[in-house]
């Protein structure tokens, strides 16, 4: 492996240098938002700010009224399909009749300018009768339904085994996580640019351009061809970006207007106009036999899915397909729950749906560890899945599953020394000053998760690319949205190592040249899209080599092994490939005030092979700064379906004080069979376990059960203070 | 609409400005002002800039006390000859924001902004600061608890403004303590500042983040004073820390919102305020 400052030729295994990396350092990498058209109008959507209610009528003649206005349009201007989604298209473009979340679009305006269409969308009447909101998950399985298509997105049961087996120890508990944000850094934004003959060029950050494409034009009612998407600069995405949010809103109003229309989000209607993780409330129920190893998981896991479908189905699927822990569990027992409230949309974000699953399985973990009195790590090595294995699926894990060295590779990494004079500033509390060395205890937690690469349970995914070699340089074009993941550069390596040209050019991702990549997520690209480039880039290179002349083009269409979904059983070979990290968190509390800092957080991963070592390490450590958020901070605070905190003043993420050392302690390189390189990819495993491995911390320093993250600092400080109290 | 903006560059020229414009806001670091405009929620048909002011910027001494000009920011406070006068003031500021921020944000502008949150105000007011304002009126002074009339409320007439903050400089110790949820970068959930005034034997104790208003602990700083033996500057009844910071969270009127609870804060003035008086006085 080489890191930074060395001469790197720029091939695989090598810390090969982004290509956008000095334009976003230096500051003149264009983002979506800095987009600009000759001509160009401003867009604004007018939100709903009710979670619940029924629109009596909407009077856009104030809004129309206003000088430099260009358009007001609402749910009767949409000419197709009046609904999008991902999977499930019932979320309205404007919604018509009800009004299920708040901040939810109701009329879209484009003006001369931004400041004028804000006005504009504020000067539109709407008449609401406010409805009572339906805010808790487990209430809406049996509720009166607050949309045509029921309240239930989904409900999954996994029998697997023998379900009423038992253990002679058994350890149960309550576990909730709260809806954690992306907060990626650039609001959405983008540039709908009408070709004059009806269609649409629609320049946008996003993840997944072809899908996006697909539910733009059915929306607008025309042929795919006549909708083109174009990546533009992406500021982070997370998953946020997976489902549309303005894509729809700015291509009718370019339409309408024969106009330029650029449309950027403020931070307050970021939070409400993109989903967000599914807060979770889970029940489970380990059994084991008396040497520790696992008898029989039983989980019960409701997601709150918030208004509209988006991706609750296969975040459910996830959540309960790994919902025991990477661990051999012979009989299992899981039943889950999406389902639809007057709460935000909840859909992809990092660890989808593994992450809360994750939090719960290794609580329990711990617990049962400390019924049968035994080290949790111990307990968890004896447990530890290994290749032949079989899921709670039923599926025999056939590629690499090395957790039981990750658990012995992180655990046994030296612990951070205490530091005798800490620097006040690394205490919990941090600048604030409030930390009494008398009252901070030091904890460790470890934690282990793991969830499956790719699309799953049957979808057809793949990904395209082309590469073209024309006098001696190599062009290659695919779609896959970079996101700051790295696929740019993993692109460039790849083609240099097959080609051995220096100079690769990646052509602007967009629909109009190539087909899908599939969407930038479930760490796939690096599997996906890297797997198309190698293929293209090999039959370029067989036909060089038997002498053809340039230029030589080729593409290829990368599909990953099919896939099936699961019976009625939850059984069934849904998934291809899973990915594997321990991490062990060190944290410092202080006891009285419930303030937490963390010290430093160990991890292994299992990453099959490394092709990008600086580009693994980002990963690694962004993905444990969200995990840490998410264990101490990160939570969208709900009150009765109004969203409380929609800012970064309120929303609270890590700041350079609250991020801890991230100590790598192995990055596993076992190939996986079947990957291109065999490489896995290696953007969500730091982000499952990490919070968990946290929360854990956190309990061990304090003696709390702490079934909920994020951990607030009441919930440490007024338990303390009550559970010494009654001692 | 673009505001007019006026950049007065003297005291007299600034009065002027205010008496003149209609409708006048007036800008100082900004740090509060444009997060307001640019979310919408503020839109100041004129503007008065203050920062080009050469009288409200800085400080000096002034016999025992230190005037500390409206612009002065909190990266001037946080060091220097001025934190070793002020050391609570100085405390407070480095928790303000980031660096970024302090090298921007005024005093004056927590006092206009007169958040409950606002990290100053509890430590102007144990310090019985007083703000001197200019407005058509002529001059004003107002002890701080006055001064701070609501939740983002002042006595501040229309088109008067903060020239500076009077505050003493007293030998004793003194401590700064805030909780956020966060550690840096983070609004207040509790803020305490104790001031110890040797010569004057008294205890102050100012509270933040728990009423609509900066308070003060008043039962809390007479036990206090009651069990400091002055001449060693300590106090040896161990039990008083503990019924000091008690007495502190009854002072307070704390509320549920989405960055905490009442009962957290309550609880947290009371470690707060009892860590604060150990480190001073134990
Ligand atoms: C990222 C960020 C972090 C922050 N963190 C903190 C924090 O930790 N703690 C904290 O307390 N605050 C914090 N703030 C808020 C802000 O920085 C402070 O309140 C600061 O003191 C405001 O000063 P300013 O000079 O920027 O005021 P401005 O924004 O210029 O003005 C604020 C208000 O005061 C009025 N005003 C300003 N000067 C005068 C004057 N001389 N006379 C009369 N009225 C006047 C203005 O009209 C306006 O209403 C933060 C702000 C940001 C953006």
Known sequence: ?727 | MTPSVAQPRSLDDAVEALRTAIDPTVLAGGTDLMVAINAGSRRPTSVVSLIRVPELQGWHRDGDEVVLGACLTYAEIERGELASLVPALAQAARTIGSPQIRNAATLGGNLGTASPAGDSLPVLAALDATVETIGPDGVRTLPVLEFVTGVKRTALRAQEIITAVRVPVLRGPQEFLKVGTRNAMVISVVMAALVIDLDGRSVRLGLGSVAPVPVRARDAEALAEGSVDWDTARIGDQTVFGRFGELAAESTAPIDDHRSTAAYRRHAVSVCARRALERALR
Not at chain 1, 46 to 58: E, G, K, T, V, W
Not at chain 1, 143 to 153: L, Q, S, T
Not at chain 1, 300 to 329: E, H, K
Request: with cysteine; charged share 20%.
């Open chain 1, 1 to 727: 492996m080489s890191l930074t400052g060395e001469r790197v030729r720029g091939g695989l295994g090598e810390s090969a240098r982004r290509p956008d990396g000095g334009p976003k350092v230096a500051g003149s990498f264009v983002f979506s938002s800095d987009l600009t058209a000759d001509g160009m109008v401003w867009g604004s959507i007018l939100r709903a700010p009710y979670p619940h209610a029924r629109i009596r009528s909407i009077d856009i003649g104030p809004a129309l009224a206003l000088p430099g206005v260009h358009a007001v349009l609402t749910a009767a201007d949409v000419p197709g399909d009046s609904s999008y989604g991902l999977e499930h298209a019932d979320q309205p473009v404007f919604a018509d009749d009800t009004v299920r979340y708040i901040g939810e679009a109701v009329a879209a305006v484009a003006a001369d300018h931004p400041d004028t269409a804000r006005r504009a969308a504020r000067a539109i009447v709407v008449d609401y009768e406010e409805l009572e909101p339906l805010v808790e998950a487990e209430a809406a399985i049996t509720a009166e339904p607050i949309h045509p298509d029921g309240n239930v997105f989904a409900h999954l049961t996994i029998r697997h085994g023998d379900t009423t087996a038992s253990g002679d120890v058994v350890v149960e508990g309550d576990y909730e996580v709260g809806m954690q944000d992306q907060a990626f850094m650039g609001p959405e934004s983008g540039l709908a640019i009408p070709d004059g003959d009806g269609g649409v060029d629609l320049h946008m950050s996003t993840q997944w351009l072809h899908v996006d494409r697909d539910q733009v034009a059915n929306c607008l009612g025309l042929p795919h061809d006549k909708v083109r998407m174009s990546l533009a600069g992406v500021g982070g995405a997370f998953g946020a970006r997976e489902d549309v949010s303005m894509q729809v809103h700015l291509c009718l109003l370019a339409l309408h207007t024969n106009r330029p229309v650029k449309m950027v989000f403020s931070r307050e209607e970021s939070f409400l106009g993109h989903v967000h993780r599914h807060p979770a409330r889970m029940h489970y129920r380990h059994h084991a036999d008396k040497d520790g190893r696992l008898v029989k998981v039983e989980a019960r896991i409701v997601l709150d899915g918030g208004a509209y479908a988006s991706t609750s189905r296969p975040v459910l699927v996830n959540a309960c397909c790994f919902a025991a822990g990477p661990y051999a569990v012979p009989n299992a027992l899981v039943e889950g729950w999406a389902v639809r409230t007057n709460n935000p949309p909840c859909g992809a974000m990092r660890g989808f749906g593994a992450v809360q699953a994750c939090f719960a399985h290794e609580a329990q973990m711990d617990k049962l560890a400390a019924a049968l009195d035994l080290d949790p790590v111990e307990l968890r090595l004896r447990n530890a899945m290994k290749t032949g294995d079989r899921l709670v699926t039923g599926q025999v894990v056939t590629g690499a599953a090395p957790v039981e060295e990750l658990i012995r590779t992180c655990s046994g990494w030296p612990l951070p020394a205490e530091d005798p004079e800490p620097d006040p500033m690394t205490l919990p509390g941090g600048a604030g000053r409030t930390a009494d060395g008398s009252r901070l205890r030091r904890g460790v937690g470890f934690a282990v998760g793991f969830k499956n690469l790719m699309y799953s349970a049957g979808f057809d995914d793949y990904s395209t690319a082309r590469v073209r070699l024309e006098g001696g340089v190599a062009t290659v074009t695919c779609a896959a949205a970079e996101v700051g993941q790295g696929f740019v550069t993993l692109a460039e390596q790849i083609v240099r190592e097959v080609l051995g040209v220096d100079e690769v050019i990646l052509a602007p991702p967009g629909t109009a040249d190539i087909g899908s990549a599939g969407s930038t997520s479930a760490s796939r690209q690096t599997w996906m899209s890297g797997g198309a480039v190698e293929r293209a880039a090999l039959a370029v290179r067989d036909r060089r080599d038997a002498g053809e002349r340039e230029p030589i083009e080729e593409t290829y269409e990368y599909h990953h092994p099919p896939t099936s979904p699961l019976d009625e059983n939850g059984q069934g070979n849904a998934h291809v490939s899973y990915v594997f990290a321990a991490h062990r968190a060190v944290v410092d509390v202080d006891l009285d005030l419930g303030l937490v800092r963390v010290v430093e957080v160990a991890t292994s991963q299992d990453v099959g092979r490394v092709l990008n070592p600086l580009q693994v390490i980002g990963q690694v450590e962004g993905g444990i700064a969200q995990g840490v958020g998410l264990a101490v901070m990160e939570e969208i605070v709900m009150d009765r379906g109004v969203v409380r905190n929609a800012s970064f003043t309120d929303y609270l993420i890590p700041t350079a004080l609250d991020m801890p050392d991230v100590a790598i302690a192995a990055l596993v390189e076992e190939p996986e069979p079947g990957a291109p390189f065999g490489a896995k990819g290696v953007g969500e495993p730091p982000t499952i376990s990490s919070s968990a491995a946290v929360a854990a911390a956190i309990r061990a320093a304090t003696g709390l059960a702490l079934t909920r993250i994020p951990v607030r600092p009441q919930d440490i400080a007024l338990a303390h203070r009550d559970s010494t109290k009654l001692a």
